[in-house]
């Protein structure tokens, strides 16, 4: 997928009246000095690889810990359903993450709640819940959401006890949105953990897996299920290609996983899940790697995502899709500067795209209320000297625009691939397919250029607000794209816009941004227009720090997605 390196892009169109939405022209960047580079060709090869790009590609992992916190306000609802909206499939959600393995369902609890974490949050190192804590999320999580539920596979004594009955609890109360159940989290680091001993690897994790799976497949609730849970196997987080990024040396993996696996396993298995986060606040070493400029790279994105391309291959041939079942910028809870930015936002939408041209069909992005990666936290709280308000941060804006560049018409599906022509450390570019037909068309300028607006969000760290700008006037340039467009034709542009890499606020995407109370949307949508040229010619002005999605506006309805930095 690497190519060569191509000058520094962020979109800018000729603008043009003719759409049935409303237009814009040439105002956006008036106020703003440009320095211009030069141009950009990129064609769009007519053989390309393409992967299927779901209406659900972009989903949510909850830490079970801070679930009741997303359920305390409606602020969570309410984006989930914005996305359905565009997309016609709400996002899939996941409750999983260190602390499921420390979750442990009892009758009742003494002190009347459904769930208790102890000692207390946000320090918890266990879960109790009952059986009616499921109910509470189900009644929460809007009709059409699929689910996925990890399971307590850590316990193991009295033969998976606890996590039978949670499977039984979680499917009574769930029903229908329950797709699927995990068997443990990130099972690779359990030797490291003290949870099992050296003799764990696949062939010991299997055989235990068959246990407890045996065990919920043979329960009477199962078998009179109509369209019982199936599992989401594997669930790794050590990265092949990384080693110091691995707990533990085993032979994890989806590639060993799926060569000894059963067909009668496999008949269970309706995905397969691998872990990453490309950065980390977990040890000394890796803090001092950790890096917005390195976030926000494509060639480094690619290093991180690629490495999976094996394991995807792999999980093909046993029949099954794999996902990214549990991810964000850094790991042990992200870092505020970095994974709270508008550099991560666009990280997240190239992040996403690359996985899916990849193979990879799903990404989860991991939520905790108090979490400093979290893409939106639902309630106020007292954090390192700060008090920080509810609120929606920058990648949030970054899975709407996601959302902009996967909507289809009904009955209709997309897929993807990669764009040579747009691909080094700061551009990347893909095309969305409609059958053999180019439907959009997305570009990412993944160059830095810190601003000096927008760099405080109340509901993140004023302590990492940037301080360090770039300097002189901003790089920009025209993205000359060959499309397979008619001459003539219309294509309109929506832009993901903030006023920097290092911007906490102030993005918007086709200038409606969110209220960070209640997620409800602020402002009217405005979309801008270019008209196709000689040979499907379409000529964008770029300016650093930008992502781009195009397509024809045909009577079907089209859009041209153009997220910026202005």
Not at 85 to 97: A, C, Q, S, Y
Not at 255 to 283: G, K, M, W
């Amino acid at each position: 997928m690497l190519g060569p390196a191509s000058p520094h892009p962020q979109c800018r169109p000729r603008p043009v009246s003719g759409s049935r939405r409303r237009m814009t022209r040439n105002r956006v960047y008036k106020s703003i000095s440009l320095r211009v580079l030069p141009d950009v060709q990129i064609s769009i090869p007519t053989n390309l690889s393409t992967r299927p790009f779901v209406s659900d590609v972009y989903g949510y992992s909850i830490e079970p810990i801070w679930v009741d916190a997303y359920l305390s306000t409606p602020l969570a609802a309410n984006l989930l359903n914005i996305i359905a909206n565009v997309t016609g499939k709400h996002p899939p959600l996941r409750i999983g993450g260190n602390s499921a393995d420390a979750t442990y369902q009892h009758a009742i609890l003494s002190t009347g709640n459904d769930s208790v974490a102890l000692p207390s949050l946000p320090d918890a190192v266990q879960l109790n819940i009952t059986p009616t804590w499921y109910r509470t999320w189900s009644d929460y999580f809007p009709q059409g959401s699929d689910l996925i539920f990890t399971l307590n596979f850590a316990v193991n004594d009295s033969a998976w006890v606890n996590g039978l009955a949670q499977a039984e609890a979680a499917h009574e109360a769930l029903g229908s949105k329950l797709k699927a159940f995990e068997l443990g989290n990130e099972i690779d680091h359990w030797i490291n953990k003290g949870w099992r001993d050296e003799t764990w690897r696949v062939d010991t994790y299997l055989s235990q897996w068959r246990n407890l799976t045996g065990q919920i497949v043979n329960s009477p609730w199962y078998k009179n299920a109509t369209n019982p849970p199936t599992i989401q196997s594997g669930v790794f987080a050590d990265p092949p290609w990384v080693p110091d990024q691995q707990d533990e040396m085993d032979d994890f993996d989806i590639v060993n996983l799926t060569a000894q696996e059963f067909q009668s396993d496999r008949d269970l298995i309706s995905s397969y899940a691998i872990h990453l986060y490309p950065q980390s606040t977990c040890d000394t070493e890796r803090w001092y790697r950790m890096s917005l400029d390195l976030l926000s790279n494509h060639t480094t994105l690619w290093l991180n995502v690629s490495q999976y391309i094996p394991q995807v291959a792999a999980a093909e041939a046993a029949g099954t899709p794999l996902v990214m079942g549990e991810t964000n910028s850094v790991s042990c809870g992200g870092r505020s500067g970095i994974s709270d930015t508008f550099g991560a936002a666009l990280w997240g939408v190239d992040y996403v795209l690359m996985a899916a041209s990849l193979g990879i069909q799903k990404v989860y992005f991991h939520l905790g209320a108090q979490s400093e990666y979290s893409s939106f936290t639902p309630q106020g709280y007292e954090y390192k000297n700060d008090t920080l308000t509810a609120g929606i941060r920058p990648g949030w804006y970054g899975h709407y625009f996601v959302a902009k560049a996967m909507a289809a018409p009904e009955n209709e599906t997309l897929s993807l691939a990669a764009l040579p022509g747009a691909n080094s450390s700061e551009l990347s570019g893909y095309a969305v397919y409609s059958g053999a037909q180019v439907q959009k068309l997305v570009f990412l300028d993944m160059g830095v250029w810190n601003g000096t607006k927008g760099l405080s969000n109340p509901s993140t760290l004023n302590a990492t607000d940037g301080t360090v700008f770039s300097e002189g006037e901003r790089p920009n340039t025209t993205l000359r794209v060959m499309t397979p467009w008619e001459k003539g034709s219309s294509v309109t542009i929506t832009r993901l816009s903030a006023p920097g890499t290092n911007a906490k606020s102030n993005v918007t995407v086709a200038g409606l941004s969110f209220d960070g109370e209640t997620g409800d949307k602020v402002g009217e949508e405005t979309v801008e227009a270019v008209t196709v040229e000689n040979g499907g010619l379409v000529d964008l002005r770029i300016v650093r720090a930008e992502a781009c999605l195009k397509n024809p506006f045909l009577s079907t309805g089209t859009c041209l997605l153009v997220a910026r930095t202005p």
